[in-house]
């Protein structure tokens, strides 16, 4: 009996097939992984779900026609594939442009090249953001609309150049002046660079996301639709409710307190101190070496 059982035991592990696993396999899978992940994010957030759902009926109704042999219908869908694929790239151009942008932000390059330098600097002073939550919330009080776009890795000089040009440092004054009712400036967007104000009554690209509230008027629009084309953050003050909300990553967080908007600012300041432990552990070897020489 124990002799038949490890018979069959033996004919069984000779007939299963084990593949050798190599490091480069585990490292391929979990890099298809993440990239598959990723895609399904991005399909879920954009249009493209809409247009993913459209591939699978045209797929069904391709399939039912090979099953019934229509050759007219097989034909065309034969010859539309590239034609489909040149339209697809066109319609959805923001959202691949958006994408690409992603690859190249900061962030993501210093995850994938540990060595990549990080500059000692903050993106604005302590006075900037304060002066725009000062203004923020004093505009919201008297119910004065405002659209400020805060500038991050990417520079948006194409949706600069559609307003006016101006060059002066951020004060919670100059802020209040621009959006007053009946002012020149007070209609559209500014453009916040770093310390300075350098555009003011932008135009701004409309979000077309179905699932934003219809409570919603044109300036949240513009601030979603901003976040989504950029990695820019959007503070909108509601000249209706006097409310501040915040755009960023195509999202709207609504009624923001001043404290959250002072996290969100503070979280985009880019403070960064040292490179990173590999460049750390060369230049303390340089030092040490330099001290031994001495």
Known sequence: MEQRISAVMG?????VYLPKINLTDIIEVLILAYLIYHIMIWIK???AWMLLKGIVVL????????????????????????VLAIVAIVVFQPELRRALEKLGERKFLTFIVPFE????????????????????YNMGRVKTGALIVVEQAIHLTEYEST????????SMQVLMNIFEHNTPLHDGAIIIRGDRIVSATCYLPLSDNMGLSKELGTRHRA????????????????????????AQGG???????RDELRAKLT??????????????????????????DE
């Open 223 to 246: 601030a979603v639709g901003m976040s989504e084309v950029s990695d820019a953050l959007v503070i909108v003050v509601s000249e209706e409710t006097g409310a501040v909300s915040v």
């Open 163 to 170: 307003g006016i040009h101006m060059d002066c440092m951020v």
């Open 11 to 15: 004919r069984f592990m000779t007939d």
């Open 59 to 82: 797929a069904v109704f391709v399939l039912v026609a090979f099953v019934f042999q229509m050759h007219t219908i097989l034909y065309l869908a034969k010859n539309s594939v590239t």
């Open 45 to 47: 957030n954009t249009k």
């Open 117 to 136: 330098t990080k500059r000692e600097r903050v993106r604005f002073s302590e006075d900037t953001m304060e002066s725009i939550i000062d203004a923020s």
């Open 267 to 292: 979280h985009i300041q880019d403070k960064k101190v040292e490179a990173n432990k590999f460049t750390a552990l060369w230049k303390g070897r340089q030092k040490n070496e330099k001290k031994a």
């Open 251 to 257: 999202k709207l967080d609504r009624k923001v307190t």
